[in-house]
């Protein structure tokens, strides 16, 4: 698997290990979302075992800090145009979220 960062590696690796995971995908960089301040292509998309987890399907930004002083400002803008624009096109069963870690996607989607 191709990924940006030893972060990402990282983040792999647990996807991999972890029981409640059926699938993940690296989302081409052919995918994006049009946000009014440049295309945004987030990192993954990835399915838990139905049942196991409150939110089933889940597209993830993952990053090594959380700290948004630490993230430029179009970057800021291109995440929080993606979180308005997967909270409308999606049901409560697909989540958009930035994370650092797979201990935090679990947080997000338990």
């Not at 972890?18 to 081409?28: D, G, I, Q």
């Not at 295309?39 to 959380?66: C, L, R």
């Not at 999606?90 to 338990?110: A, F, I, P, W």
């Amino acid at each position: 698997m191709f990924t940006d960062s030893t972060n990402e590696r990282t983040f792999v690796g647990e996807l991999d290990a972890s029981a409640e995971v059926v699938v993940y995908a690296k989302l081409p960089r052919t995918f994006y979302i049009p946000p009014p301040v440049g295309n945004y292509n987030p990192d993954w998309a990835i399915a838990f075992q139905s049942g196991k987890v409150k939110h089933v399907f889940f597209v993830a930004e993952t990053k090594g800090s959380m700290s948004s002083m630490e993230l430029r400002k179009i970057e800021e803008a291109k995440i929080e145009c993606a979180r308005k624009f997967f909270a409308k096109i999606t049901s409560e069963q697909v989540k958009y979220d930035v994370v650092n870690s797979y201990g935090r996607l679990m947080e997000l989607v338990k």
